[in-house]
């Protein structure tokens, strides 16, 4: 009975109601500018600038087309940003794409987008970031040559868990090394764009020398580009997810985006221009880890620093990944879309350790049945299919509900861009590419029907399923949280 009798909080953002005389979560306005601008960068700097530029050079087939995807991407993120940020500040509420498509369109689709969040989206992303920075912790070990897919694997598989275990131990620990390894991955991407500057001051252009010469025409081709230079970018709406806790955040949401967003863009596209000043595209496309190749290429026997820097940086975005993966998880059980248990915290270490368990084990079972470039592709199309709908759903408010109050308001010709965009890269590699799994995640997306009629729309819940639930909360230490209070 204790257990059901106590509340966990955040000890970071709780208050006590004397008047109640019980604690109640309350989130505090306490990020501002500078880290609004840190969230969204340190977000989109993870594994794609080291993992995708292959990618994209090999389904564009030449060096300035892909620089070209690069800053197309960089644009459509800055848009995408912007359009969320006119949502923000109209429905002032953390959660994201869950929470606009629940005010806007309802339960149904809010649901469909939670259960495929939780369950696909969210650890699908984990375990591409995991996958990533495996390929550069073992690379040092098999110079030469492509690491052991195996290898791999299980070095990723090592990594998921031990996120595991550090966000499962304590809120402090895990917000501490997300802090030390963004660090990291800004001293690798300094590093490797100097090194280019020097090699192109010393006249090495030959990559970019009839750099449209090959250029691939396919609309699917394209689709697929973008989804891997897409991938890089991968977080422009994270501050979407923490509205409840900005400081004045009709005016800190779109500052932060028109800072964080063009300037990653343009470091991700001088450190595409120093791989080619450092590669040819036929050795920057037959390497498995390109950044270590550059140094390999660029820093002699300092190449090993590369390796270092990029697996510290890429386990600091999985980590940041993961430790705000569970934002939606705790939303959407708030809504009554998730099972109870996954809005749980520790009593004593008061961290979500449900929704991160949860997430471990879907991430595992993703790095076990497939590759980076696949997993990334089926991430893409997914997430854009849901940005799509949150972006019809601003311009729904636009012209429908013009009288709603908005302190900040996009040009309408932005979010019909970013949606003409998201319609593309949904139908694109569907057409010109059709695989059956693009059919098996459109199957899954719509089996959230089946659990939606019986446990939320008619509130149907099985003993069986509450007597479950006390047994976790029982074996795993876990309590309810209070309702989040502005």
Known sequence: STMRERKATDPLHSSTDATEGKEKLR???EVGLISGVSLIAGTMIGSGI???????????????????????????????????AELGTIIKESGGEYIYILRIFGSFPA????????ILVRPAGLAAVCLSFAEYAIA????????????????????????????????????????????????????????????????????????FQGTTAGIGAVGVAFYQGLWSYDGWN????????????????????????????????????????????????SSGAVAVTWGDKVLGSWA?????????STFGSSNGTFFSGGRVCYIAAREGHMPDILSMAHVRRLTPSPALLFTSAMSLIMIISGSFTSIVNFFSFMAWLFYGMTISGL?????????????????????????????????????????????????????GIIFYFPLVRFKYHPHFL???????????????????AN
């Open 27 to 29: 989130l505090k306005q």
């Open 50 to 84: 080291f993992m995708s530029p292959e990618w994209v050079l090999h389904h564009m087939g030449n060096p300035a087309s892909s620089l070209l995807i690069w800053a197309a991407c960089g644009l459509l993120a800055t848009f995408g940003a912007l359009s969320y």
């Open 111 to 118: 649901f469909l987008f939670a259960y495929t969040s939780v």
């Open 140 to 211: 040092p070990f098999y110079p030469g040559c492509s690491s052991p897919q195996a290898a791999v694997k299980c070095t990723a598989a090592a990594c998921i868990l031990i996120l595991t275990i550090i966000n499962c131990l304590n809120v402090r620990l895990a917000t501490s090394v997300m802090n030390i390894f963004t660090a990291a991955k800004l001293l690798a991407l300094l590093v490797i764009v100097v090194g280019g500057l020097v090699l192109l001051a010393k006249g090495q252009t030959q990559s970019f020398q009839n750099g």
């Open 238 to 285: 994270n501050l979407n997810y923490v509205t409840e806790e900005l400081k004045k955040p009709e005016v800190t949401l779109p500052r932060a985006v028109m800072i964080a967003i063009p300037l990653v863009t343009c470091l991700y596209l001088l450190v595409n221009v120093s791989y080619l000043a450092a590669m040819t595209p036929s050795e920057l496309l």
């Open 304 to 312: 090993w620093l590369i390796s270092l820097s990029v697996a510290l």
């Open 395 to 447: 311009l729904y408010l636009k012209i429908k509900k013009p009288e709603l109050p908005r302190s900040y308001k996009v040009p309408i010709i932005i979010p019909i861009i970013v949606l003409m965009a998201a319609v593309y890269l949904v139908l694109a590699p569907i057409i010109d590419q059709p695989q059956i799994e693009i059919l098996y995640i459109v199957l899954f997306i719509f089996s």
């Open 466 to 484: 509450q007597r479950v639930t006390l047994h976790l909360q029982l074996l795993l230490e876990v309590a309810p949280t209070t309702r989040d």
